[in-house]
């Protein structure tokens, strides 16, 4: 039987303290009818997280899961030259939307040097050679976390395993080409082939590191987070920020199964 | 678990300057004759409120983690005590502006700087500097009336913010109190706290001794030959563990017992030992 994926779970919630404007997280899931093998044709997910240190994050963040859900970069045979290639678009997005002239001085060197963000993204496209089957490729920069539930139980952490790998300086992708850095080295990728029943969570940082710390105490994280709903989601994120469960950051869910 | 607050606009950070304004600042600066050490400690005021507003600048707008005050104190012509606060509309007894208001109350001055141009040389730019204390000096040096002023001012933002990351103090002297023994009283402040741990106090020690510079000592005997020097390294707190971590991290020289104490020294990374949410990679400086 041909498997398929059912319609996207997709949640997202601002710093407690911020309004929605100011979410610098951002989210894309595009779920074709048909998934084909590549490109466009597959289904794709990402989330990025803007640096909320850096200026305009909000915006980069965008334009980096805008450009992925418009054309994701081939990952399988993905270089540093391919992936700065990819992200040229975006960054120029960017780029265009800053207001250069209106800039007020405390905000004119963090421009300057501009804004970073993290980045996870996921493609499922059909598996090659005529088979009935869904592969999955990911790519990550940073710390949102894909995690894949098979068989009741949490059968990947990529690119982050455990809750105490999270901290304030995760690798990020700049707006600026030019201070890139070693982009490539910061690069992570994964991939597989997809079973029925897979649930593929993709989860910025808080929601990640809360989800590896219940997943280590020998809870079902999964269990949880598919009781949620538009309705219980925003109630259920802040109990955990004021229990001190989950850090108070913008939180982003995309959850994806496959049947 | 102490200094572990999230520092967020429901929750927001807390600096009080202190500034000595007494007549032994228009002294020069120890090394640099060109300076006198009022420019000093203006410079220092105004970069360090230079790098707190760049922190929170999101690039149009600037986000209201931290509340800050600027106290100054000198003397009349008599000997009496003058503590004021610098910021427009703000009293020595509710010193404090958010961070928004302080980058409004700025004056902002166009200067020329050489910048490195790219390809190994220097290349002459106009940058922004934005300005809030201009040098002064005159008359007596009142620390200790100044730091009972800074005890009161931060008793009510304590109270108004029991769960925030603790309050900052940051002292620019030259360190001859002219009302008694500072220490005591600098303890007191150290003895206030928030739910989050108690409160910091870092001195700028300027001084016209040309002694080398003195950057965050953990113990009594690496400060320098002036004779304030230990005075201020006892009223000076050590750095809680989570900014030892941070400082060492940056590659600052910071290790555990370190005070926030510096000696004819720069103090702006002390802005950079605070967590105030995903940093940008190329920030850490």
Redesign the interface.
Known sequence: MQLRLRPPTKFWLP????SAE?YEDALSVVYPQQIGAAGRSAARASVA??????????EWARALVDSFAAQPPELTGITGESLSEWLAPAQRKWYDS??WD??????????R?G??A?LLGLTIAAAPHGSQGLSWQALAVGDCCLFIVRDDRLALSFPIEEASQFD?????I?SNPD?A?DLWKAVRRHGGECEAGDVFILAS?ALACWFLAANSAGDKPWETLAELDSSNWAGWIEEQRSAGLM???DTTLVALEVV | MPYAADISRNNPGCFLFLIDQSGSMSEALGGQPELRKMDGAADAVNRILDAISQRCSQGMDVRDYFDVGILTYTTDSSGNPEVKAALPGTSPEQPFLTISQVVESATVEDRKVKEPDGAGGLVEVTRKFPVWLRPQARFGTPMCSALIQASQALQNWIADHPDSYPPMVISVTDGAAGDGNPVPVAQEIMDLSTNDGSVLVYNAHLSAMSALPVQYPADESDTPPDEYAVQMFRMSSAFPDSVVELAAGMGLPVTQGSRGYVYNADMVALVQFLDIGTRAASDLR
Not at chain 1, 15 to 18: L, S
Not at chain 1, 168 to 172: E, K, M, T, V
């Open positions: 710093k407690a303290g911020n100011e997280d803007g640096a909320s240190e850096s200026a305009f994050a909000r800053v207001p209106r800039i007020p001085w405390h905000g004119e060197a963090k421009a040097q804004a970073f993290t304030n300086n995760p690798a990020l700049c201070n850095g940082d850090r108070n950051d």
